[in-house]
């Protein structure tokens, strides 16, 4: 059996392999920061492997850096020792009620068996992390809401190795795990270096996570608007930049503004492969319609009149048509028809030239409506009256929460679900928002698959944030924004199936919570596993996790889907977890004897896990592989 790595992958490490692999002759050797010797990639070496003029230096050259980026960089590629842990459907917090006497806010997750929505509690950072083996190329779109970097939001600030009191002594806030939340005023000397640093490491792990045809939307002001477009522009390639929104977020002028009123956000895209990007349609309105008409009773249905001539001109594609009045008309000068006579002949015969209603007009092609229905190309100007606007966005919460305001500025519902019809987010799409704030997504999701029987699955990813003390949030008993976030999936999942009851959706969601990794702080490295560790080892698992919270381990180490069917069984007396239908069989109880072995192997599993110390005895250990070997030999058998 081969022993879960249980942490991260080490993506430097992997990067190396990959090069290594390409360009073994910039393989070297140099000495690290503790005297050892160890193998490295020339640079120069490789720079000659993959360009045509090795860039020296300082030489003069267009780049994009800020203090810190190379820490940057790292921090994205560093592994973590963290876990997902999964709070169930019974495990409830009370957290408060409304003035209505409303139950209470449940922390845990809503029919946790069937869903296949996640909700994750935790730094998205670390999360990003943790979710790169199970998803990647598996996200279809993106979507998030950083931080503006207005002076007055809170900018995640990543450092993992501060002590607390240094927290203390340079932030405003910081989350369970002294994660820091500080606010970045623009008298900080580090402004936007600071936003930088917070940005970029997320967006280099999100790419991964896409599918090639999958693609990014990110919301953003003007504060950082260039740097976002540079930084996208870097990890993407500008040839996978789609374009930027403009949204008008707003419908009034503030008079009071210092200079403009601003009154519109961007919303940047990006496509992790444009070539393979498909951009969706939208769904054509009646005011779009109305310009069809019929006034030559066609057959064919409504149509447009379209200009028949184009200015790269031909002279072959210059000639004489009569008309059905007998005039003559040809193209205007400088131009030509867009197709030839031949051609042109069959069209006007097939009654799809339209000569006005005397006949002696101007040719013009008829454009059907029947064949433009599969939608509108979409403009890079959404007006509010289309998309919705901040105001509205505030007010489809408050009316989830008995007119109650509980947090500022959320995306209204209409703006998302124009990002997912431009993503072209197929039924059976899976979205991630990890910025998810509100979780105005999760919303969008559930009102579009309730609206076009979709089963599109939502991956909301939240810092818990606390909540003001004199805010009506924290008085209402909501204690962080997750409460709140939970809390409207759940109000607007109800909302949803009211006002379509004959509408099949999930709006159910698994709660998981990032935290420190399940086993002991003296678990030891994989790769610094020996065989006579066993005998030191006998219990690694921290005493206080569950088989549920080892189960999910498990399946982000062998990159099960989170939202996996699990079923739970019982054999010879013990717990058995049963993940996809076989493709994952997992028991973490004590004393496990020949006969639940000898079970599970007549399943068949792809793969089997259990604990290291969970055989009742040597003769269990003993006989193991030859019960593997004899039922399923192909099961992949780990331990923990």
């Known amino acids: 059996m081969h022993r879960l790595r249980m942490q991260t992958e080490n993506k430097a490490d992997t990067n190396y392999r990959k090069l290594a692999e390409m360009f ?31 860039v020296e230096g300082n030489e003069e050259r267009y780049q994009f850096t800020w203090p810190d980026k190379k820490k940057t960089m790292l ?4 592994p973590i020792n963290k876990t997902l842990r999964p709070v169930q459907n019974d495990e409830r917090i009370p957290t408060g009620a409304d003035n209505h006497g409303k139950p209470y806010c449940s922390s845990g997750s809503v029919d946790f068996k069937n869903t296949e929505n996640i909700y994750i509690e935790g730094n998205n950072l670390e999360v990003l992390k943790l979710l790169q083996e199970t998803y990647l190329g598996k996200i279809k779109m993106i979507y998030i809401d950083p931080p503006y970097n207005t002076g007055s939001d809170f900018v995640y600030r990543d450092n993992f190795l501060q002590e607390r009191e240094e927290y203390l002594n340079n932030s405003s806030q910081f989350d369970e795990e002294g994660n820091r939340l500080v606010k970045n005023i623009e008298s900080n000397g580090r402004f936007h270096t600071d936003w930088l640093n917070m940005i970029y490491p997320r967006i280099k792990l999100a790419k991964d996570l896409l599918s090639d045809d999958g693609v990014i939307f990110i919301s953003i002001d003007e504060n950082e608007i260039e740097n976002l477009k540079k930084v996208g522009h870097e990890i993407f390639g500008q040839q996978n930049f789609v374009g930027s929104v403009i949204w008008e977020r707003a419908f009034a002028p503030k008079n009071d503004a210092k200079y403009f009123s601003d009154s519109h956000d961007y919303v940047v895209v990006y496509a992790k492969k444009l070539t393979d990007f498909n951009i969706g349609k939208l769904p054509r309105t009646k005011e779009a319609n109305a310009r069809y008409k019929n006034p030559d009773n066609d057959p064919r249905g409504p149509w447009a009149a379209d200009n028949m001539t184009v200015k790269t001109y031909s002279k072959a594609y210059d000639y004489e048509i009569i008309t059905p009045n007998g005039s003559s008309m040809r193209p205007p000068d400088g131009r030509c028809w867009f197709t030839n006579r031949e051609r042109m002949k069959q069209l006007i015969n097939e009654g799809r030239v ?23 190309t979409s403009t890079t100007i959404w007006k509010y009256d289309e998309v919705g606007h901040n105001q509205e966005g505030r007010q489809e919460l408050k009316q989830l929460f008995d007119n109650k305001g509980f947090f500022d500025g959320p995306k209204p519902v209409r703006l998302i679900t124009r990002v997912l019809q431009i993503a072209n987010a197929h039924r059976d799409a899976i979205i991630l928002d990890f910025f998810s704030g509100s979780a105005s997504t999760a919303h969008a999701v559930m009102q579009l698959n309730a609206e076009d029987g979709g089963h599109r699955k939502f991956i909301m990813v939240q810092l818990p944030e606390t909540t003001d003390e004199k805010s009506e949030a924290y008085k209402a008993g909501y204690k962080n924004i997750c409460e709140i976030g939970k809390e409207r999936i759940r109000r607007a999942a109800k909302k949803i199936a009211e006002e379509h009851p004959d509408a099949k959706f999930d709006g159910g969601f698994r709660v998981l919570k990032c935290d420190s990794s399940n086993m002991k702080d003296v678990y030891y490295n994989p790769d610094q596993y020996e065989p006579s560790l066993f005998s030191k080892l006998e219990d690694n698992i921290k005493e206080d996790r569950t088989p549920e919270d080892l189960l999910f381990q498990v399946m982000l180490d062998l990159g099960v889907l989170l939202s996996g069917k699990i079923e739970e069984t019982t054999i010879a007396g013990k717990k058995v977890f049963n993940v996809e239908d076989n493709y994952l069989i997992a028991c973490f109880d004590e004393d496990i004897t020949e006969e ?4 599970i192997a007549k399943q068949k599993p792809y793969y089997f896990v259990m604990r290291d110390s969970s055989m009742a005895n040597d003769s269990v250990a003993t006989n193991f592989e030859q019960i593997f070997a004899a039922y399923s030999p192909d099961t992949v058998r780990k331990i923990l």
């Open 596 to 599: 639940t072995i000898t079970a």
């Open 24 to 54: 073994p002759n910039a393989v070297t050797e140099t000495i690290d920061e503790n005297g050892n010797v160890v193998r490295a990639i020339d640079k120069d070496v490789l720079m000659q492997e993959i360009s045509c003029k090795v």
């Open 75 to 78: 921090l994205a590629n560093a």
């Open 354 to 376: 339209w000569f006005g209603e005397n006949g002696g007009n101007m040719p013009r092609l008829k454009r059907y409506l029947a064949d433009v229905q599969q939608g509108m």
